[in-house]
């Protein structure tokens, strides 16, 4: 079983829609939760991060943790054509390891 | 904003060949990671280093090896390349206290036929 899994899509939705994307995770211990965002032919970058469970949002993001579940979640209001990239979902023990745990990614696309 | 700089974009080698991948990023970061990612399995961390001079396996370290001479340059090395280390490899670098924050170049894209 794989540490963190994570559908690969793709995802095509109208511009304006919600957009919901998750990973489910498998080692309890894990405290630090991340979506980046690819765009094609870029490397990734933060999104957002959170620790431990709960809500949190930036702008039109919202990213969910529920470590009752191990379930994470990235919500995206009003979904633009900017919008399109591959969301990746990472985690990490926290301390000294040191070392982030991706999904695969999701491949997202909104059409206008 | 921080930069983190791949030295290519694209690259085709020849099997067998000692191949050379190189990062620097500029805003003094103490860790630099290097991974590579491929369709289906995401991204996969093959080595990173803490300092200058200090390195530690990944999840994949089988035929690359590091090099940190300097803080802000990291190089990955292909000592004989193979068909199958052709992948996009990433080089990302965080600040001390946690790699949860990785910020990343754009990637180099090596084909090895």
């Known amino acids: 079983q794989k540490e963190v899994e994570q559908d690969p899509g793709p995802l095509s939705v109208p511009e304006g829609a919600i957009v919901s994307l998750n990973c489910t995770y498998s080692n309890s211990a894990f405290q630090y939760f991340m979506w980046y965002r690819q765009y094609s032919r870029k490397g990734p970058e933060l999104l957002m991060y959170?620790?431990?469970?709960g809500n949190k949002e930036d702008g039109r993001f919202t990213a969910q943790v529920d470590k009752s579940s191990k379930y994470i979640s990235l919500f995206i209001r009003d979904s633009q054509p900017s919008d399109s990239a591959t969301y990746l979902c990472?985690?990490?023990?926290?301390?000294?390891?040191?070392?982030?745990?991706f999904g695969t990614g999701t491949l997202l696309a909104v059409q206008p | 904003d921080v930069k983190v700089t791949q030295s290519s974009r694209y690259l085709v080698k020849r099997t067998g060949e000692k191949v050379f991948l190189e990062c620097v990023q500029d805003?003094?970061?103490?860790?630099m990671f290097w991974y590579r990612q491929d369709p289906g399995l995401g991204l996969r961390l093959i080595y990173f280093s803490y300092d200058v001079k200090m390195k530690e396996k990944g999840d994949i370290p089988e035929g690359y090896s590091v090099s940190r001479e300097k803080k802000e340059r990291f190089s990955l090395i292909l000592e004989s390349a193979s068909t199958n280390q052709t992948s996009m490899y990433l080089c990302?670098?965080?600040?001390?206290?946690?790699?949860?924050?990785?910020?990343f170049g754009s990637g180099t894209q090596l084909s090895v036929l």
């Open positions: 805003m003094d970061h103490e860790n």
């Open positions: 990472a985690t990490e023990l926290g301390g000294a390891t040191n070392k982030l745990i």
């Open positions: 959170t620790y431990s469970s």
């Open positions: 990302a670098s965080s600040d001390t206290g946690g790699s949860e924050k990785l910020f």
